[in-house]
């Protein structure tokens, strides 16, 4: 796999097979290969529609994950902004990927990150410092791309981990949703409890359309609906909306959110968040922590995006059996960028979406499917105020079944053995137990290579992972690190 990030586009990678003389082909023909790759217009538009519908929901849940958390200051980013950022942010990443990385590819904000960011960023800093993190962790992963570093640490952590890390992030995005949605709360006899009613009671109206719109998502995809996730939570919009009308419910019964149009369904983007950035001003959190925070946001949009390519250059029938595919470190490079994007955008970082693999599913193998997604994108910057229509408890439903679908891993992990089992139980446990992704890996980390040394194995983890063991001993010991450089 070649580690450059500018590859020739008349190279063999980029041709793909059965390719023929480019006489008399149009330049959109020529630019994408797309007689190369065996597809035509029609298809790559039809597919990058299909991946836009199949995603667009991100419009929703990115501003519930981000526009409900406070900073260190006690800010909260406004919805409409949010939703301009996390278009525009995706627009322009999807469009890039189209054009450069010339895969079926569609990128928006990631929900690990953006959990991540309100987790474990936003409470320590303020929110330009921590979008400043995106763009530090997006540089980190483009620098780890050129130099050929991406793939040496994919290699040296172990498979089950990282099957670990994905299940522990889809166990925390799963908790985000059922928090956001009403249906766990803070608990009187315990930490946490059934609603937020009292004595561990389901209570209100907007609680019940959570619940129905996560069932009915389930429903569709068990019967194989392809965009199940948006026509659950369209359908529960609905039914929200006609209900409020009907039964009369309020800003008090919906949480100050009332699924109501204000205004025109038509407006300008509001940029606000744009460019609003800060890097520096971290001594109140001290070097090691914002080190850490670094790496969890690497950590969040890193090990995802190169199984997801490789996966989805399978559905295109793009990769071989080595995973090697046309413009895979374009791909990568275009991924890593994106986190950038993200930063400056105001949306956190943004990766690669699985379900752009429904977008080659309906035949789309070049760029041009991107390119068309990405538009379509650009084109909801001016739809702002229908995403005021959506109630957070029904956006919330979608985060539950996108955790449910990343739980797929557990059936690659060989749950017999201790030295495996152990060490992907902590993480994927502690994720959303301590409400820390960096937790949950380090757990993880430090037990698979306690266990290994027992075992008299201690040349198995390898180099990179005893570093990271010292790392993460230190990020668990640093109160008392601290403490102590403090006395001395």
């Not at 620098?143 to 793939?151: A, D, F, I, K, S």
């Not at 995005?173 to 059922?178: P, Q, S, T």
């Not at 509001?270 to 690497?298: K, Y």
Request: charge should be negative.
């Amino acid at each position: 796999m070649t580690q450059s990030t500018i590859e020739p586009s008349t190279s063999p990678e980029d041709a793909g097979t059965g390719s023929r003389p480019s006489a008399g082909r149009s330049w959109l023909d020529r630019y994408f290969h797309i007689t190369d790759r065996g597809s035509t217009v029609a298809q790559e538009v039809r597919g990058g529609i299909t991946t836009f519908m199949a995603m667009c929901y991100i419009l929703l849940l990115n501003p519930v994950i981000l526009g409900t958390a406070e900073d260190v200051d006690g800010n909260v980013l406004a919805h409409a902004p949010l939703v301009t950022a996390t278009a525009f942010a995706a627009a322009v990443s999807t469009l890039l990927m189209g054009f450069i990385g010339k895969v079926p590819l569609a990128l928006a904000a990631g929900l690990n990150v953006s959990a991540a960011l309100v987790s474990q960023v936003v409470p320590n800093m303020t929110w330009p410092q921590a979008m400043g993190m995106c763009v530090i962790y997006g540089v980190v992963i483009m620098l780890l791309v050129v130099t050929g570093l991406r793939e040496m640490i994919m290699n040296a952590i172990p498979l089950p981990l990282k099957h670990a890390i994905t299940m522990g992030i889809g166990m925390f995005v799963a908790l985000l949703g059922l928090v956001k949605a009403g249906f766990v709360g803070v608990g009187q006899g315990g930490p946490v409890q059934l609603g937020t009613g009292p004595g561990g009671q389901l209570a209100g109206w907007p609680v019940l359309f959570f619940a129905v719109t996560l069932l009915l998502i389930f429903m569709l995809q068990a019967r194989r609906v392809p965009g199940a996730i948006l026509i659950g939570i369209v359908a529960g919009t609905v039914l929200s909306i006609v209900a409020t009308a009907v039964g009369g419910l309020t800003d008090e019964d919906w949480g100050g959110a009332t699924p109501e149009l204000h205004g025109s369904a038509v407006s300008a983007p509001d940029f606000a968040l744009f460019g609003d950035v800060e890097f520096g001003g971290w001594e109140q959190i001290g070097t090691i922590s914002v080190s850490m925070i670094v790496f969890t946001l690497v950590l969040a949009g890193f090990f995802d995006a190169m199984a997801t390519i490789i996966g989805v250059g399978t559905e295109a029938k793009l990769a071989d059996e080595q995973g090697r595919m046309p413009g895979l470190s374009r791909a990568l490079f275009v991924d890593g960028a994106g986190g950038a994007i993200g930063g400056v955008s105001g949306a956190s970082g943004q990766t690669v979406f699985i379900e752009s693999a429904s977008g080659a599913g309906e035949g789309a193998r070049t760029g041009l499917s991107s390119a068309v997604t990405g538009l379509f994108f650009a084109a909801c910057l001016f739809f702002t105020p229908l995403t005021q229509l959506v109630p957070k408890q029904v956006a919330a439903a979608a985060l539950v079944v996108i955790g449910s679908m990343m739980m797929s891993a557990a059936a690659h992990v060989d749950w017999s053995d201790k030295a495996v089992s152990v060490p992907v139980f902590l993480t994927m446990a502690l994720m959303p137990f301590t409400y820390n992704i960096t937790a949950g890996v380090g757990a993880g980390v430090i037990a698979y290579t306690a266990i290994k040394a027992a075992q008299g194995k201690f040349r198995e983890p390898g180099a990179f992972m005893w570093v990271l063991t010292g790392v993460f001993l230190v990020y668990f010991a640093l109160n008392p690190i601290e403490h102590w450089l403090g006395a001395k």
